[in-house]
């Protein structure tokens, strides 16, 4: 039986495949939005199982109000899941970055009230968390942590995905608070784990790179990490959950580095390793406590890091 119908916006992405599948096996009747429905990036999703029956493509950019309209409109929720991502080369960060996730978010909740959607659970990250340096030190951070924008625009590299993360969900929340849609959202930290796509995304280059040639140093320091399937799962607890509300931290398994790369070199210990590791940033950590009440629960690392290698062995990723 159909659960109902929900959409999914970046729906060929690294994250977004996982959710598709997830909502297709549960009976949801899922659209996805897409750049290029034709793109050979997003054939895996017509080939999942019940996706000839259930899933629809639609073609939709963030900054395309219609489009999206297109996809939302006939959905009883959303999943807000496409963003740009991690890249510390762009030329425009404002117009690259920043403006499609937060106009881009903002189309997507204004579709949803237009459309009369129940609830939109939108995906922000840990970048909108843990910038904060007023976060009392050794106390893991929750939910009521926020990343100071200020504070963002003092990095370098990444910093404004940290600076699109945080204003696209604070944004988010507000629109809730201010209309009454539903909005929840999840901040995973780092997703690892097997890919449905054929390309390398960007997160799934944290185990690669460790065990491939690419990288002969690399800087200690504390990352947090997260299954793509548990993400998954996630998602789609805060969404069936009717108690569920405000922010989700979503995280499991809290490594330093250096601890990481000697359970690689333990468990595969024919592939290269970093030969040499420099020093990183300082202890810290955050809960996913809020989460783990509501019912979510998590694999064992080992487990995400087996079945990632044999993925990326099966595509012929890591020889
Ligand atoms: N992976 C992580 O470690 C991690 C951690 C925290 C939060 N997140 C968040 O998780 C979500 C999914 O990320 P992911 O890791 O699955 O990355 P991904 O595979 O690169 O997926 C990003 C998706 O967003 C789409 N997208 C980007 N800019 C767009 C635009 N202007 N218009 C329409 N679609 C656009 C991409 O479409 P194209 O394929 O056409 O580019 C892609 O489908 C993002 O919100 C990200 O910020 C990820």
Redesign the pocket.
């Known amino acids: 039986m159909v659960k109902g119908t929900v959409c999914v ?9 996982w959710l598709v599948k997830l909502l297709l096996s549960k009976g949801y009747m899922v659209h996805a ?4 429905p034709d ?1 050979v ?2 054939a895996h999703l017509k080939t999942l199982e019940n996706a000839a029956e259930y899933l629809q493509l639609f073609k ?5 109000y219609d489009g999206l309209f297109a996809a939302i409109k006939g959905c009883v929720g959303v999943f807000h ?6 890249q510390d080369n762009v030329s425009n960060p404002e117009k690259e970055m920043v403006e ?2 937060v106009s ?1 978010t903002s189309n997507v909740l204004k579709a949803c009230s237009m459309a009369n959607v129940k609830r939109v659970v939108v ?5 909108a968390v843990m910038y904060n340096p007023n976060w009392p030190k050794g106390q893991p951070m929750d939910e009521s942590c926020w990343s100071d924008i200020e504070y963002c625009h003092t990095k370098t590299g990444l910093k404004w ?1 940290y600076i699109a ?1 945080t204003i696209a969900e604070r944004q988010a929340l507000e629109y809730g608070k201010k209309t009454g849609l539903e909005v929840v959202t999840v ?6 784990g097997p890919m449905l ?1 054929s390309t390398m ?3 799934s280059w ?1 185990i690669y790179m460790m065990l491939s040639d690419d990288r002969k140093t690399i800087e200690n320091g504390t990352r947090m990490l997260v299954d ?1 399937r548990d993400m998954a799962e996630a998602l789609l607890l805060v969404y069936e959950k009717p108690e569920a509300e405000g922010r989700y931290i979503c995280s499991s398994h809290t490594v330093a580095v250096q601890d990481f790369v000697e359970k690689l070199k333990s468990m595969y210990s024919n592939y290269y390793h970093p030969k040499q590791i420099t020093a990183g940033d300082e202890d810290w950590d955050l809960t996913s406590e809020k989460l783990l009440k509501l019912g979510w629960s998590y694999r064992p690392l080992e487990e995400t890091i087996v079945d990632s290698v044999k993925d990326y062995q099966e595509k012929g990723i890591l020889k």
């Open positions: 916006t970046g729906g060929g992405g690294y994250q977004a495949s939005t897409v750049r290029d793109d990036k997003n939709a950019e963030l900054l395309d899941v496409a963003s740009p991502i991690l499609p996730a881009g995906v922000s990250s840990i970048a995905y993360k901040c995973p930290s780092i997703i690892i796509q995304n960007a997160s944290f793509v």
